[in-house]
């Protein structure tokens, strides 16, 4: 058949590959791109650019089907002449058709991988008449409304209908630009008669019409009611006025008799009662999309879960409070009755008084546990709160609500966690607060652990009182100088000052070991450590004041005991001595001892005290021929520098007493020495350490076997009191240290030592340098000594 198309005259073959089209309709008259990608139609593609370029184009009734069969397909459809093809890289084809004419499948076949269909074309329906001029007309108007409501469809499109003569083109040509469904496409497409076609037509776009006026009425009533900071909100408000449309707008009022069912089961003070009211009254007047309603509806949730009058009721036999502590922590005992004489005001006075209680010592001494077991004694809920690196006063207090995702501070949010207004509150870490730009969060505390300010503990968030008072708060510390003086005044401080050889060896064998059977799943597994077993890894793979290095140590022996009962092993019973203690976790890590027991002339032990525990502190002194040049190292601080400066100032006044010659110093240059160089140390307790290794090397002359020394010096003479004297007792014990000077001032520390701390231990009460001179050199160094001015002259001598 030929076909007049326009200024050409097309011959139409009646047999044509078919491509079946899924979710478009393509008519006469029109180009559209197609992205071809299955095998038969792409096959079909290729025979149609053989048979002068034509193909049949019908869309599928269901576009999921892969391979459709004839009843699949759309009986009318159209055939298309190929404009343009261009295979794409992922192996598709995109390809671009115009339609020519109507045509239906006669007959629907499959050859060399595509479908090919017999056609019966059919012609393009001419009429002229009065009638189809007037629908031609109210079609050009409604479509030219359609064009003008529709922001989708560009104005210039409407230039390109005037010119068009012809009815049933434009009729196709409309119904093409007309955003419809398929169905509704695919119907006009098939329709035989042009006034047909043109009423469906009108009639579609009358109701596509109506629909766009709703949306644009919608469309402006939303916009009337914007304003300019309100424009974020435009599309919820859009949902909004459809909803009202729909009469589906009951979801705040839902949402608002939820809050106020729980309002009426809430226990809470009257001020909070009547927030909670107004807020919710603000709520139920606004739209459930604002951010408005985000904050206030927050707001209110965060009142209405507060435990504000939720109190758990303490254990009533304070025996068994006793024996609780008792049964969880092993020594302590000095820090253990003072927590029960807390705890016996606490349940004879009916709240908390006094001070509160801060914990302070090493790591791994059980500061944090002992919180836990109070809690548990007290049959309270625990809440703990680390303090470690917090830097901004908003983490207790909170944020104000003026801010986006603002917040209660950590305390209001601990107390909502722990489900009760009067939990034992653990401030973990309090030493590591820091301060910055954004406050002080230290001074925020004040309030918070001040038992005569947290009755009325208000939280920025919040903007209501919430009352602490009930609240057992403990906080930990590893030292006290990290801490403001204003927050210590408020707290009691209870010392736990780490444990003994033989405290570590009951928690090991009581605590840990059967802790960590159970965590591993060898519950049935008889695993038996010796004592001796234990006592070499806290000798010879620890060095620490806790038990967490223990704890790990025998992790990975029982790590070991695991993975051999996992590759097959059947053995029940295993035991470990020494011996095996050494195969399973390698050489030793420390030696017995990290001090000399035969000290060479210049040599001396000190004591130190850090918030890890007590540690030795070797000092050494070299001497070489110089001009009075005084060298230190080993990373001192300004006050272990003076330290020494003061001990040398004083060897000076009291050269000859030393039998050291008057002008010594400008002869010779004095290096000391501190050990482990790359660890910063200071404090003024080492100053009489450094006086005895300056005067052992100035006269040649050891100091004792087995000596240390602790206490700060005056240049008169004098020994100050010192700081951590258990501490560094357990430092000490350790060395293998035997004899100990400490200044005379400490002997009202002596009373509270654990005796088994001193056992084994010769302590030296001194109130002057020379006593301590005198016992560190078991009187071997006296005045008119003159082996004492050879011994510098041998020394400067050697160095030459």
Not at 102 to 122: D, M, N, S, W
Not at 357 to 385: D, E, Q, Y
Not at 413 to 418: E, H, L, N, P, Y
Not at 436 to 448: I, M, T
């Amino acid at each position: 058949m030929k076909l007049q198309y326009g200024d050409e005259d097309i011959e139409i073959s009646s047999v044509l590959p078919i491509i079946p089209l899924r979710d478009v309709v393509i008519f006469p008259h029109m180009v559209y791109p197609l992205l071809v990608g299955r095998p038969f139609t792409i096959a079909a593609l290729q025979e149609a650019m053989v048979l002068d370029k034509q193909i049949f184009l019908c869309a599928q009734k269901m576009p999921d089907v892969d391979m459709p069969t004839r009843d699949d397909l759309y009986q009318v459809g159209v055939v298309a002449r190929i404009l343009q093809l261009m295979k794409l890289p992922n192996g598709t084809m995109k390809v671009l058709v115009e339609g020519l004419i109507r045509a239906r499948i006669k007959t629907y076949t499959k050859t060399k991988g595509f479908f090919t269909t017999r056609l019966e074309l059919i012609p393009p329906v001419s009429e002229h008449d009065r009638e189809i001029e007037a629908l031609s007309r109210t079609v050009r108007e409604l479509f030219s409304e359609y064009v003008h409501l529709n922001r989708r469809i560009p104005d210039e499109i409407l230039l390109s209908f005037s010119g068009i003569e012809e009815y049933q083109r434009l009729a196709d040509t409309v119904t093409a630009h007309i955003l419809l469904k398929m169905a509704n496409k695919q119907h006009i497409l098939e329709l035989d008669s042009v006034k047909k076609q043109y009423r469906e037509v009108s009639r579609l776009l009358r109701s596509e019409i109506e629909i766009l006026r709703i949306e644009q009425k919608i469309d402006g009533t939303v916009r009337d009611a914007l304003t300019r900071d309100q424009k974020e909100f435009y599309l919820q408000k859009q949902l909004k006025a459809i909803k009202e449309e729909l009469g589906q707008s009951d979801e705040i009022a839902n949402e608002v008799d939820d809050l106020y069912e729980k309002l009426d089961k809430l226990d809470a003070p009257e001020e909070v009662i009547a927030r909670s009211e107004e807020e919710l009254k603000k709520l139920s007047k606004m739209h459930p999309y604002s951010a408005e309603s985000a904050v206030v509806r927050g707001y209110v949730e965060w009142l209405l879960a507060l435990p504000w009058r939720k109190y758990t009721e303490d254990r009533s036999d304070f025996g068994e409070v006793k024996s609780i502590l008792d049964g969880d922590h092993y020594g302590l005992e000095k820090a253990k009755k003072r927590i029960l004489e807390h705890l016996a005001v606490l349940k004879v006075a009916g709240k908390v008084r006094g001070p509160i209680l801060c914990f302070v010592g090493p790591p791994g001494v059980g500061k944090t546990s002992v919180g836990k077991s109070i809690a548990r004694a007290m049959n309270r809920k625990f809440v703990r709160m680390s303090l470690g690196g917090v830097r901004d006063e908003a983490e207790i207090r909170g944020h104000r609500r003026t801010y986006i995702g603002s917040l209660p501070g950590r305390i209001i949010q601990s107390i909502k966690k722990g489900g009760s207004a009067n939990p034992v509150f653990l401030l973990d870490e309090v030493d590591k607060i820091g301060i910055d730009f954004r406050g002080d969060p230290a001074s925020a505390l004040l309030e918070v652990l001040d038992p005569e300010q947290n009755s009325t503990f208000s939280d920025n968030y919040l903007e209501l009182d919430f009352d602490l008072s009930k609240v057992l708060f403990i906080t930990t510390a590893n030292s006290l100088s990290g801490i403001p003086p204003a927050l210590i005044d408020r707290m009691e401080i209870i010392r736990l000052p780490g444990y003994l050889e033989h405290e570590k060896l009951a928690i090991a064998k009581m605590y840990l070991l059967p802790k960590l059977k159970k965590e591993m799943g060898l519950g049935a597994v008889n695993i038996e450590v010796t004592d001796d077993a234990i006592y070499e890894i806290i000798r010879s793979y620890t060095r620490e004041s806790g038990v967490r290095e223990v704890e790990r140590k025998l992790a990975s022996i029982l790590r070991k005991v695991a993975q051999k009962l996992a590759e097959g092993s059947r053995r029940k019973k295993y035991k470990m001595g020494v011996r095996k203690i050494g195969e399973l976790l390698g050489a030793a890590q420390y030696i017995s001892t990290d001090i000399k027991m035969k000290p060479d002339p210049g040599y001396a032990v000190g004591l130190a005290w850090t918030e890890f525990g007590g540690e030795v502190l070797p000092i050494e002194v070299n001497l070489m021929k110089g001009s009075g040049k005084l060298t230190l190292t080993g990373k001192l601080g300004e006050v272990m520098q003076e330290s020494a400066s003061a001990g040398l100032s004083f060897i000076r006044s009291r050269a000859e007493r030393f039998g050291l010659e008057p002008d010594f110093y400008n002869k010779m240059e004095i290096h000391i020495h501190v050990p482990e160089g790359a660890v910063p140390k200071d404090g003024p307790s080492a100053g009489i350490t450094m006086l005895i290794s300056l005067l052992s090397a100035l006269t040649g002359t050891s100091v004792r076997k087995r000596l240390a020394l602790t206490g700060e010096i005056t240049l008169s003479g004098d020994m100050i009191a010192i700081g951590g004297l258990n501490e560094k007792l357990l430092a000490a014990k350790r060395s293998g240290i035997t004899d100990i000077i400490i200044p005379f001032r400490n002997k009202k520390d002596i009373p509270e030592l654990p005796k088994r701390l001193t056992e084994g231990l010769k302590l030296h009460l001194v109130k002057k340098v020379d006593e301590a001179v005198r016992i560190a050199f078991e009187g071997r160094l006296s005045g008119n000594n003159n082996r004492s001015r050879k011994g510098v002259a041998k020394a400067v001598k050697k160095k030459k």
